[in-house]
């Protein structure tokens, strides 16, 4: 069988991927986070003018990172007091491990939903406005006991005033049913009417490696009984050397995934990803690929 140098080259990354611990592996995503967040301080450093709304795809990625960087470290495992003298055991913390993936899924959908995915910059605009207005009339109907929090409340309404009036004045909230426009202006649908599985389909991730993944981990959230099944089996017991890292190349793939979405979002950007070392981009775009339902090989 002839294969292709792309073909070759992936099976190199990831034949070299498979030989690594766990741990060893969370250093290369850790070096993807690096190359991820010094982008984006580029922008800062650069001045570099983003449009209204497009500033909160920093705060996105950074919570992202945050999951992930936490999720990393529960690699390493956890200690937990046991029996009567109170011995630290070293357990896989699988539960939160899980958990956390699906935080950084979600955080990553959301990324894709608001700021990258083809659509009109009209309904660019509509989707955060929803986004930031669900969020906010939230928070301004919270049930406050502080003064500080009342007050915070106060200040909110304002913006809260704006978004709504702004969302109804769309030409995009035109095309929603009556009893849509109800949900949307009571703040019930921040991504609109999107499921997570649809936002998987939207994203142009690769179906047969995140929508499962995404329906299984949700068990863990919201501890249904194959989460505790499974614990129960023994899915705690930690290996310093294991090499079984399907969450990990979930997240690689998901922090890879953000580099090349950034530079779409900020296309100042792509000068800068250009001066990195061309094996680690030959690396990523290869990563990427196998990250995309329907990857562009005329890229390669």
């Not at 070759?8 to 611990?21: F, G, R, T």
């Not at 809260?160 to 009036?165: Q, S």
Request: neutral net charge.
């Amino acid at each position: 069988m002839n294969l292709s140098k792309k073909d070759l080259v992936m099976l190199q990354i990831i034949e070299a991927y498979e030989e690594k611990s766990n741990v060893e592996f969370c250093t290369i995503i850790k070096q993807k986070i690096g190359i991820l967040l010094e982008l984006m301080e580029t922008l800062v450093e650069d001045e570099i003018q983003v449009e209204d709304g497009q500033g909160w795809s920093e705060s996105l990625i950074q919570k992202l990172c945050l999951h992930a960087v936490t999720l990393m470290e529960l690699e390493k495992g956890v200690k937990l007091p046991y029996g009567k003298e109170q011995k630290e055991l070293l357990v896989a913390d699988k539960p939160s491990i899980r958990l956390l993936l699906r935080a950084v899924i979600e955080c990553y959908l959301t990324f894709n939903y608001l700021f990258i995915e083809n659509v009109p910059d009209k309904e660019k605009r509509f989707r955060i406005k929803v986004w930031q207005y669900s969020g906010i009339n939230q928070r301004i109907h919270f049930d406050m006991n502080s003064e500080e929090g009342k007050l915070r409340q106060k200040n909110e309404r304002p913006e809260w005033e704006r978004l709504r009036n702004e969302i109804i004045k769309s030409d995009c909230f035109e095309l929603y049913k009556s009893a849509e426009k109800e949900k949307i202006l009571k703040g019930l649908k921040p991504r609109l009417f999107n499921s997570w599985s649809n936002l998987i389909l939207r994203s142009g991730l690769r179906k047969s490696l995140f929508n499962r993944t995404y329906s299984f981990h949700s068990n863990y959230s919201h501890s249904e009984f194959l989460s505790i099944q499974q614990i129960k089996a023994g899915i705690l017991k930690y290996d310093s050397n294991e090499k079984q890292k399907y969450e990990l190349q979930l997240l690689h793939y998901l922090v890879v995934r953000c580099i090349f979405d950034i530079q779409i979002l900020f296309p100042s950007l792509v000068e800068h990803y250009n001066k990195i070392d061309e094996d680690i981009r030959t690396e990523m775009q290869m990563v990427n690929m196998i990250a995309t339902e329907k990857p562009d090989y005329s890229k390669w």
